[in-house]
């Protein structure tokens, strides 16, 4: 049997299942516990029933991979539970890149993008000087970019306030030469990449009209 050694969020248990299943179905299981579970120090997760050398070559394996999930499933619960006004989300860079990623949304975390497809990012090196911004905030050639990929959102990326100054100059220029708002663009999101706290507190009320705002 598989019991927790100390109270877990249970995360990876559905994939443990159908890899029993598909690989090994000549063992038969049990299941006592969910994913998105919290379950107590000494609680039941799953009983197995087979040869013993199978059960033993596969033991340490379902260990480290519900031990993995779990572990980043309730890190983030404990973390996402302490904010009130801010989304927890995941990075795409991950070592197992999906997996993590719902374990973090079973902890009550976001998962963000979940591939480089499903969202257009401009970067904060695009940003080198003043004409490189004014050519990369081309909302209008963002918008048909976005259309044709089918993107989710366009993300800006900043590393300083100056750019965030001027994204703002650049947008109310669009809204007065355009006569409307940002509502016909793809959902914009801006990423403020390693701002101290303070610029941060600067960054957000300037943004948060435009749309979300991420601190990387």
């Not at 049990?30 to 050398?53: H, P, Q, T, Y």
């Not at 973090?104 to 257009?120: E, F, M, P």
């Not at 300083?160 to 703002?168: F, G, I, K, P």
């Amino acid at each position: 049997d598989l019991v927790a050694r100390e109270p877990i969020l249970l995360a990876g248990m559905t994939e443990v299942c159908y890899w029993l299943e598909v690989r090994y179905p000549e063992l038969k299981f049990k299941l006592f516990v969910r994913d998105g579970d919290k379950v107590a120090a000494g609680g039941e997760l799953l009983s197995l029933n087979g040869k013993v050398n199978l059960i033993l070559k596969l033991e340490r394996i379902l260990l480290n991979f519900l031990g993995r999930m779990s572990g980043v499933a309730l890190y983030t619960n404990q973390l996402a539970s302490r904010l009130k006004f801010v989304k927890l989300a995941s990075t795409r860079k991950t070592i197992w890149p999906l997996l993590d990623k719902k374990a973090v949304l079973i902890g009550g975390g976001s998962t963000h993008r979940l591939s480089r497809a499903q969202a257009l990012m401009i970067k904060d090196n695009q940003f080198a000087d003043f004409a490189k911004l004014v050519l990369a905030v081309d909302f209008d050639f963002a918008e048909n970019v976005a259309k044709i990929a089918g993107a989710a959102f366009l993300q800006i990326e900043f590393d300083n306030l100056a750019q965030v100054e001027l994204l703002r100059s650049f947008v109310e220029k669009y809204q007065l030469e355009s006569g409307s708002g940002l509502q016909n663009l793809p959902a914009l999101g801006f990423m403020l990449d390693n701002f101290n706290h303070m610029d941060i507190l600067k960054a957000i009320p300037i943004l948060a009209d435009f749309g979300f705002i991420e601190v990387s």
